[in-house]
């Protein structure tokens, strides 16, 4: 498991003064990008030299808690399953002062070409790090 934290801005809430919905699925992403940084040439290398994506093919979100502006956001990022070309990412969210789950994220990405936006096979440095931070089965 990888963890990254960051605050809740104030551009992140809503008028309710809760984070709105789709903001979850950013605060995924740039989890995302710091999973990968053990990735040659980092997660930008791997994009912008390389050029192999991870696109979104699915994404399952349970909200639990909500979370405020001024909150930390600690993220724990896993990966659920490999595939030959694909995977799934597990992010769970948490408030970091008093620990509950905010929310739970389940993201599964393909590997791709971005040259021939195809599918591609997986990388083994994206493999061995997806491996590395495996969780059950």
């Known amino acids: 498991m990888i963890v990254y934290e960051r605050p809740i801005r104030f551009e992140d809430v809503d ?3 809760i984070v709105f919905f789709a903001r979850y ?5 740039e989890a995302m990008e710091h999973f990968f940084e053990a990735a040659d040439g980092r997660y930008v290398g791997l ?3 390389r050029r192999i994506g991870l696109p979104a093919v699915r994404v ?9 502006y001024g909150d930390v956001l600690r993220i724990e990022t896993s990966c659920e399953k490999i595939g ?3 995977a799934v990412l597990l992010y769970r969210m948490f408030r970091a002062n008093d620990s509950v789950l905010a929310a739970e994220i389940r993201h599964t990405v393909v590997t791709t070409s971005l040259v021939a936006l195809k599918s ?3 990388p083994e440095d994206v493999r061995r790090q997806l491996e590395a931070h495996r969780v059950g089965e």
């Not at 699925?25 to 992403?29: D, E, G, N, S, V």
């Not at 399952?60 to 405020?68: F, G, I």
């Open 15 to 17: 008028a309710a003064g």
């Open 25 to 29: 699925l950013t605060y995924a992403h």
């Open 47 to 49: 994009i912008t030299e």
């Open 60 to 68: 399952e979100v349970d909200y639990r808690a909500p979370l405020r």
């Open 84 to 86: 030959n070309k694909s």
């Open 120 to 122: 591609c096979e997986m």
